[in-house]
DNA sequence: CGGGCCTTTGACTGGTTTCAACTTCTGTGG
DNA sequence: CCACAGAAGTTGAAACCAGTCAAAGGCCCG
């Protein structure tokens, strides 16, 4: 099982299976139940997450007592409140799984020592970061040039199988919009298909 | 003036002045004119800007011809399309100078042998892209959740400086909204003041 | 001094939200 | 395994935020 996060480490830096072997009491094996919350907004955020098996969402509350999210992960992303993690500040955001799942987390405490006791790991962070980074601004170019109508057939022609599994009340706070229009959009196009 | 990068350097990682020394070939100093390209959307993408004096800001064009602002640069940021850099790809943004500018630049190549002869700058460039990440993270909330005048409220009185050095029609692209309705909605507060 | 770009202003338009009522789905306990 | 409660999704009407278009004024830079 965390072969795939072997593998996945594997795939961006050099890294021997004994290295990897070492490395293991860093991190910690999770189950998660659907709906459970890994991070908490409000609260101190201190590990962070790989996803093995699953989904996580990660949202904020608006001041209307909705939920808004911000980003998903799946198979083979990190996730967590990464300011909120990275300066031991309370986190602004929550991670939630969206469905089982199966996850590794690693305690900040155990991350800075992982990176004082294995520095090349710097890299594979680094590559993450970066690829994360450009990731988000890649979704504001989209927020600012598709209209909210291409922003989901954008995402729907993506990520086809996985906006089977999550909700559309998610998907539409994810989109920008309310579910009530997104409704009223399925049902347009599912007419014009006719 | 390469010290401001040192000092940069130094304030996120352990690093002699020496090894700075041993560094600077590895950079080149820029004198850029203001509205001048470092960085131009469809062409290959091969250099990374560091900003010592003035600003930079990265924009894409919509189809209409206008230029929507995804973010600034000033003084202390690293800027570049990181996507384009990183993976050798045609640049999906354009940077451009907003005023006269000083910056730091290194090329891909230089970058990926700076890390390779400097491992512990793997760390450096690991926090520089897990702000900007945590950052964007940010931008994407902000939009988010506030209507359109309070995130111009916000972003005036979080910089209200740099907004007087810039055009109001690039601060309207940036915050996501068209020129006239940044006009109007300046005429309001200004009327609501008095 | 002139030309062009930036900003302002106002009228009109439409994409989206909001609200409320109704239907359908889902999961939990008896 | 069924029943029922609460959540999620649909529908339609009304209101509004913000965009578009067009025209005029202001300002910077050559």
Same mark, same amino acid.
Request: no cysteine.
């Given at each position: 099982m965390s072969d795939i996060l072997f593998? +996945?480490?594997?795939?961006?830096?050099?890294?021997?299976?004994?290295?990897?072997?070492?490395?293991?009491?860093?991190? /910690?094996l999770l189950n998660v139940k659907k709906k459970e919350d890994l991070v908490m907004e409000g609260k101190p955020c201190r590990q962070n997450y790989f996803v093995l098996k699953g989904s996580l969402r990660m949202f904020f509350l608006t001041e209307n007592g909705g939920e808004q999210t911000i980003q998903f992960a799946i198979e083979n992303w990190w996730?967590?409140?990464?300011?909120?993690?990275?300066?031991?500040?309370?986190?602004?955001?929550?991670?939630?799984?969206?469905?089982?799942?199966?996850?590794?987390?690693? $305690?900040?405490?155990?991350?800075?020592?992982?990176?004082?006791?294995?520095?090349?790991?710097?890299r594979y962070f680094r590559m993450i970061y970066e690829r994360a980074y450009a990731a988000s601004l890649f979704r504001v170019k989209y927020i600012f040039q598709l209209s909210k109508e291409?922003?989901?057939? +954008?995402?729907? $022609?993506?990520?086809?199988?996985?906006?089977? /599994?999550?909700p559309q009340k998610i998907l539409a706070s994810f989109l920008g919009f309310t579910p009530e229009y997104l409704s009223e959009l399925r049902k347009k196009q599912a007419l014009g298909k006719k």
């Open positions: 593998q +996945h480490i594997a795939k961006h830096i050099n890294i021997s299976s004994n290295d990897f072997a070492a490395m293991l009491p860093y991190f /910690r996730m967590t409140d990464v300011d909120a993690f990275s300066k031991g500040k309370t986190a602004s955001f929550t991670v939630q799984a969206m469905e089982h799942a199966e996850v590794i987390s690693i $305690s900040k405490e155990d991350m800075d020592q992982l990176l004082a006791a294995y520095p090349f790991m710097e291409q922003f989901y057939n +954008h995402f729907a $022609s993506q990520y086809p199988a996985f906006i089977q /599994r999550i």
